[in-house]
């Protein structure tokens, strides 16, 4: 299971991108949220599976952290932080553009190389990560992208890790990606 974790002002179009990529490649997902209702940046309301106070880290393979402008709320939630510290101990953790905020709070980009949406560098850069000014950068176990554009990127080398190369071209070749 995967989560994905959200909160008011989620960039849509990376949620979008999250949930169609991961679903192809055969991966089970929830969304996570600090509420039971929460709003994207362009109005989009969507109800969580699961709220931060239920969600149990240990359960999830990977989570995925889409941008906008709920990373900024989403730093402040312990319990977020708390949920992405211990699947980063053994799974996946994404920051998709303004997500990598999260992760970085969290103290999973300490020494790692890592990319943003561009004017956020210096915030990894104070939190101990290394910017890098690249679409997408995967350090270990540790997955970021610079923008909107590199969600679905993101998400193919999800499918890869969790379901293997063979589930990951097929789902690239369905998005005409191959």
């Not at 932080?81 to 953790?93: A, F, K, T, W």
């Not at 890592?114 to 210096?122: F, H, K, N, R, V």
């Not at 270990?140 to 379901?163: K, M, N, Q």
Request: aromatic share 4%; proline share 3%.
């Amino acid at each position: 299971m995967i989560a994905i974790l959200i909160d008011e002002g989620f960039e849509e179009l990376e949620l979008g991108a999250a949930i169609s990529v991961l679903s192809r490649g055969g991966l089970n997902w929830e969304l996570v949220g600090v509420e039971e209702e929460v709003e994207g940046v362009n109005g989009l309301r969507l109800s969580v599976d699961a709220t931060i106070w239920d969600a149990e880290g240990g359960g999830y393979e990977a989570v995925v952290i889409p941008g906008g402008s709920s990373p900024t709320t989403l730093t402040g939630y312990r319990r977020c932080l708390e949920l992405v510290r211990s699947v980063s101990e053994r799974g996946l953790v994404v920051g998709l553009s303004s997500g990598a905020l999260v992760l970085a709070e969290a103290g999973v980009l300490d020494g790692r190389r890592a990319t943003t949406y561009p004017g956020l560098e210096a915030e990894l850069r104070a939190r101990g990560a290394e910017p890098v000014e690249r679409g997408m950068v995967r350090d270990g176990r540790v997955i970021t992208t610079r923008g909107p554009a590199f969600a679905v990127d993101a998400c193919l080398e999800v499918v890869r890790e969790l379901s293997g190369d063979h589930m990951a071209n097929a789902v690239a070749r369905q998005l005409i990606l191959k």
